[in-house]
């Protein structure tokens, strides 16, 4: 069975239509500029109304370490998901799992993830520039590729490419918006 997380939850309505579909995780969208952004007080609220069983995701790009800290003990969530440059010292020392979300265009991309040997998962996603033009990454560069943790398939996925990217990366799980 594939992991599946829905991002980018704003309001309750969202938190109950996405558990009425039995997905494994939220994501709610701290990163200031998001289309989907809610500020933390607002995603705590939200976090508070997912039903047990379901894991309740921060998401942040390039978190401050008080920001960090904030986030990892408000207790309102299970995991954090770092999706920028944060290095692999902030992953280790954020005092809750972590999703490392890693832009991808080239191998080279995939090569970081070796660095970041303490998240729980990692999430490979387009780089958004190429997102605006609808593109996803080329899913090739995962094929054969082993990692130290499970991955998210990110970017882009929607019905019409869906099920060929499961069927050639076979991740861990998926991330949709």
């Known amino acids: 069975m594939t992991f599946i997380k829905v991002c980018g939850v704003t309001r309750r309505?969202?938190?109950?239509?996405?558990a009425g579909l039995?997905?494994?995780?939220?994501?709610?969208?701290?990163?200031?500029g998001s289309p989907r952004r809610v500020p933390l007080e607002e995603a705590v609220s939200l976090a508070g109304?997912?039903?047990a069983g379901i894991r309740r995701v921060a998401v942040m790009m390039n978190p401050s370490p008080g920001e960090l800290a904030e986030a990892a003990a408000c207790g309102a969530f299970d995991l954090l998901q770092l999706h920028g440059e944060e290095t692999p010292e902030m992953v280790e020392g954020a005092g809750i799992d972590v999703i490392k979300g890693l832009s991808v265009s080239g191998p080279?991309?995939?090569?970081?993830?070796?660095?970041?040997?303490?998240a729980r998962?990692?999430?490979f996603d387009s780089?958004?520039?190429?997102?605006?033009?609808?593109?996803?990454?080329?899913?090739?560069?995962?094929?054969?590729?082993?990692?130290?943790?499970p991955f998210i398939l990110a970017g882009g996925l929607g019905p019409d490419n869906l099920w060929?990217?499961?069927s050639l990366v076979r991740p861990f799980g998926v991330d949709l918006n």
């Open 13 to 18: 309505q969202d938190v109950d239509a996405a």
């Open 22 to 32: 039995g997905v494994d995780a939220l994501g709610f969208i701290l990163v200031e």
């Open 49 to 51: 109304s997912v039903p």
């Open 108 to 118: 080279a991309d995939l090569d970081r993830a070796a660095a970041y040997g303490a």
């Open 121 to 123: 998962y990692f999430l």
């Open 127 to 149: 780089r958004k520039r190429e997102m605006a033009k609808g593109s996803v990454f080329d899913h090739e560069l995962l094929s054969g590729r082993t990692f130290a943790r």
């Open 164 to 166: 060929d990217a499961l």
